[in-house]
């Protein structure tokens, strides 16, 4: 490889492997000694062509589920099946992955400005903006950028657009798959939010048994499915329909806490 190679996005190939080298050395403990992550799918990912691939997920934290896809893709690419065990996976990283996310995050420190050369394609939110509910046209620079990740490489988006669950899925995601016809694969999260703050930087709970589930690729019609029979379809492909939900009385609930307050119990793998 050239040493001053680019991608599309004009980011110099040689640093970007360097930065994911030592996010994935610094970040590699956060999954696999102060919690754990349970893995399923990994040979789909071993299946899926180099590029034209779109992996929809829910959403948990700003930075820690993205991290954690990028250790287990470059571990299942290595032959690691369900395990990112080793972390000499992280030496010959798969350097055309790429996320979606909020410019304003994206530009809010040194740091997230690091992840941004790692693989975002940032995006200003057409929704929400510093805090703030906002009604603005979606930039067609934004749609143009993404499918050109698309047919550079795998693309990681959270077709909610924000960490909390059960929240709409945005329409902007089906018109993409519309447009760009992408292998859609959904990849379905859970613990992160109780493990890490907000950010996913710090580490809010240790033992923590955090799962991540990558599901078969979508079948999609991509000429006759309309953008809603799309959104459905994701709905339930990550597990955020409104059925998935649980409308629960006070009573429900308090006997559904004190069942996920022993379930965590039983997740505890690593002695303090």
């Keep these: 490889m050239s040493l001053f190679k680019r991608n599309p996005f004009g980011h110099i190939l040689f640093l970007k492997k360097w930065i994911i080298r030592i996010f994935g050395l610094i970040s590699h403990r956060r999954y696999r000694k102060f919690n754990n992550l349970q893995i399923e799918g990994s040979e789909i990912l071993r299946n899926l062509p180099d590029k034209n691939v779109l992996f ?13 896809m990028f250790h287990v893709f470059n571990a299942a690419l290595s032959g690691r099946d369900d395990s990112i065990k080793n972390i000499g996976y992280i030496w010959k990283p798969k350097l055309n992955v790429y996320f979606v996310a909020a410019g304003e995050t994206m530009r809010s420190g040194l740091l997230p400005k690091l992840f941004a050369y790692a693989g975002s394609v940032s995006i200003d939110r057409t929704w929400r903006n510093a805090g703030k509910d906002v ?22 988006t959270f077709p909610q657009g924000t960490t909390t669950p059960f929240k709409p899925i945005r329409r902007g995601t089906a ?10 694969v959904p ?34 019609d991509y000429e006759n499915e309309s953008v809603a029979d799309i959104v459905t379809k994701i709905e339930y492909a990550i597990e955020q329909h409104p059925s998935f939900l649980k409308v629960l009385t006070p009573k429900q609930a308090e006997e559904y806490i004190k069942e996920e307050e022993e379930l965590n119990k039983q997740r505890e793998f690593w002695s303090s």
Excluded at 175 to 184: L, Q
């Design 175 to 184: 018109h993409i798959i519309k447009t760009c016809k992408p292998i859609v």
């Design 56 to 68: 929809i997920s829910n959403h948990q934290t700003y930075f820690a589920d993205v991290a954690a």
């Design 135 to 156: 009604n603005r046209q979606v930039k067609n620079s934004d749609i143009s950028n993404i499918g050109k990740a698309i047919k550079d490489g795998w693309v990681i």
């Design 187 to 220: 990849i379905v999260i859970d613990g992160f939010r109780r493990s890490f703050d907000k950010k996913g930087l710090n580490i809010k709970k240790r033992n923590v048994l955090q799962s991540m589930v990558i599901k078969k690729p979508l079948e999609i």
